[in-house]
């Protein structure tokens, strides 16, 4: 039984299964959505986090999936002038 367990817990977590790639994808996407965001605001993570008035250690938190939390992700998006749902969409 312990081994079905473990065989059973390595396919869910197994960083080559679809579940981790899915997610992945999605850390990527919700980078990509916030640093081009950025560019073209000509804005820095620092900036990001003054402007939602968070450390800029919560911001990169947040944009590489380890802090999930939709206030900030709705507050990011109208700093930004992106639509919530594109972050939404990549959530991490």
């Known amino acids: 039984m312990l081994f079905d367990l473990f ?4 396919v869910l977590f197994h960083p080559k299964s679809s579940t ?3 997610k992945l994808k999605r850390k990527k996407m919700r980078r990509g ?4 965001a ?15 008035n968070v450390t800029p250690t919560a911001i990169s938190l947040w944009i590489n999936g380890h802090v999930d939390s939709p206030d900030l ?20």
Do not use: F, H, P, W
Not at 7 to 10: G, I
Not at 33 to 36: A, C, L
């Open 33 to 36: 959505t916030v640093r081009s």
């Open 73 to 92: 992700s709705k507050r990011i998006a109208q700093i930004l002038r992106i639509n919530t749902e594109d972050l939404v969409n990549a959530e991490g």
């Open 20 to 22: 981790m790639k899915e």
């Open 38 to 52: 950025l560019a073209q605001r000509d804005m820095t993570q620092s900036d990001l986090a003054n402007a939602v």
């Open 7 to 10: 065989r059973y817990s390595n």
